[in-house]
């Protein structure tokens, strides 16, 4: 079978006050494809990680799981320019991660360590990059930053946009109405993307909203419906938003509709609301990393072995990551059987250039375990800056202290 010109896509978009919308007849390459996938899945093992250091009390304080939302992330970063800015609430582990920061670099801000990408201060809802603006606990309050992040971009005249990210929840904050208003009123080039994963914390969108279009919230802000399972169906919707935001048209909302498999947090079962067989449902029917595979093979862009190849890299990449932020050894025996040795060894056809290629990182690794550490007391109370300006602001550079030397992942 030939690689089909174009895939349809599985849910048609609902559109909003909107003449037309996003096609659902979508194209993909074979290495667009690939990385999609890929990127997902390294979501998808950062967050099993995420999870499991937290059960090992590594990981202390919040800790909310990305776990069956990776399309909406990947799908938008596939459609955005390199100056396009993001902002999110606090599931933004998998953000912080497409938008630039290496896998210790999330990990390790996880776990309060030097080697984090806010050197350990942040914490799981507090990652920023270049044009990543975080990561953000208070719910709701990240998307009055993004509008102000799409203000910058009109006023300094760049065509860039702003994507401000919400969930159901905080659809409900009065907040959002507010900017909804000063961005229609300005026109300002800003994508709102509510992440309707089907419940805000313990409650259920039936219980919490008195209309659950989110889409349609906006009143006179167009907007469109969009399955946040699929992918291709995210990067399609937002490419029509960047079109819309860039040549003027003002601000747009995308509703994603996702859903997530953990609870609200690590502290949330998320059974008490829900049922176990509500959550096994959506994982055969709906999931998006399976329901891409499917897709993938099935228009020969890849193989299946292709896609286990991807799978067992980055199942190595992200073990040996959260490995380097464990206070004792890697048992190398562990490492190997949770790598799937007999699976790899057909892989590579017994080539041992990938156990070997194990080991090197595993001793690194172990190195850095021992060799990394938190912050000292003394910065605790310092600022972190990727280009300083607030010394100029405030005319006082004794009120900071700033590393510019400072790289994500680095330590001393």
Request: proline share 3%; aromatic share 8%.
């Amino acid at each position: 079978m030939a690689v089909p010109d174009f895939i349809d896509l599985s849910m048609p978009f609902k559109l909003h006050k909107l003449e037309s919308g996003p096609s659902t007849q979508v194209s993909v390459n074979r290495d667009d494809a690939l990385h999609y996938y890929k990127q997902m899945y390294t979501i998808r093992r950062m967050e099993t990680a995420a999870g499991n250091m937290y059960k090992e009390k590594i990981v202390r304080g919040f800790c909310h799981l990305y776990s069956g939302q990776e399309a909406c992330a990947v799908g938008i970063k596939a459609a955005l320019r390199p100056y396009d800015d993001v902002i999110t609430a606090y599931r933004a582990h998998g953000w912080a991660h497409l938008m630039g920061v290496s896998h210790l670099g999330v990990l390790a801000e996880l776990t309060g360590r030097q080697s984090g990408c806010a050197r350990g201060k942040g914490g799981s809802m507090h990652m920023y990059t270049s044009h990543f603006y975080g990561g953000n606990g208070i719910v709701g309050a990240q998307v009055p930053l993004g509008v102000g992040l799409a203000f910058a971009s009109k006023y300094m005249g760049t065509d860039g946009v702003s994507v401000a990210l919400y969930g159901d929840g905080a659809a409900n904050q009065g907040q959002i109405f507010e900017v909804y208003n000063i961005a229609k009123l300005l026109d300002l080039p800003c994508i709102f993307v509510c992440e309707n994963n089907g419940y805000g914390m313990g409650t259920s969108v039936d219980r919490a909203a008195a209309s659950t279009t989110y889409y349609t919230r906006g009143d006179y802000i167009p907007g469109i419906w969009v399955d946040g399972m699929d992918v291709l169906a995210m990067r399609e919707a937002t490419r029509y938003a960047v079109n819309h935001c860039s040549t003027g048209k003002g601000p747009i909302i995308l509703e994603a509709f996702t859903y997530r498999y953990s609870g609200h947090s690590m502290s949330d079962p998320g059974t008490s609301y829900r049922t176990r067989e509500e959550v096994q449902e959506v994982r055969q029917t709906r999931d998006p990393i399976t329901s891409f595979k499917d897709k993938i093979i099935s228009t020969e862009l890849a193989t299946a072995e292709e896609l286990k190849e991807v799978a067992l890299r980055v199942s190595c990449s992200s073990l040996m990551s959260s490995n380097r932020m464990k206070p004792r050894p890697v048992d190398w025996a562990v490492m190997i059987d949770s790598l799937q040795e007999a699976a790899i060894t057909s892989l590579y056809n017994g080539s041992n250039t990938l156990e070997a290629d194990i080991r090197k990182e595993v001793d690194e690794a172990t190195k850095k375990a021992k060799a990394d550490k938190e912050i000292g007391l003394d910065e605790l109370t310092t600022d972190i800056y990727a280009d300083p300006i607030e010394a100029d602001i405030r005319v006082r550079d004794d009120l900071l202290v700033h590393d510019p030397e400072f790289v994500e992942g680095q330590t001393d």
